[in-house]
């Protein structure tokens, strides 16, 4: 049974800060991916500020490697900010691709477990690549 007092609206979870399990910020989360067919959150895209703030490249982490805070204000990552760093980044328009592939593309590097890479884990079937939603 679901209790009302653990949902989150999807608009309160855009904006929200990610940081790492020693509480150093990793990112801010800009958009989520839902899996069309089981209505789960496949990826949360993540921006990193820079020198001269936001720069423009998104980097899509895997929705499982995240889970929130006890209170319920931030996103706690199972990596570091070094580890995003070293992810794939992404501009907009590659995002809104469909074709890009760049979801089989950060699975490969965060892998099914923050790590390794599960075999089948990617499905390269065009229906369950991430698509943007409107």
Do not use: C
């Not at 992404?90 to 890009?100: A, F």
């Amino acid at each position: 049974m679901i209790s009302d007092e653990m949902l989150i609206k999807s608009q309160a979870i855009v904006g929200m800060h990610v940081v790492d399990d020693k509480g150093h910020k990793v990112g801010t989360i800009r958009e989520l991916f839902v899996d069309q067919r089981s209505g789960s959150i496949r990826f949360a895209v993540l921006e990193t500020g820079g020198l001269f703030g936001p720069g423009g490249k998104f980097h899509p982490v895997p929705w499982r490697l995240l889970r929130f805070d006890d209170k319920g204000e931030s996103v706690i990552s199972s990596f570091d900010r070094d580890r995003l760093k070293d992810a794939p980044a992404y501009d907009r328009e590659q995002l809104n691709s469909p074709h890009y592939a760049w979801g089989a593309q950060t699975l490969r590097h965060f892998g099914a477990d923050g790590g390794s890479l599960q075999p089948g884990l990617i499905d390269d079937d065009e229906a369950t690549r991430p698509r943007r939603l409107s």
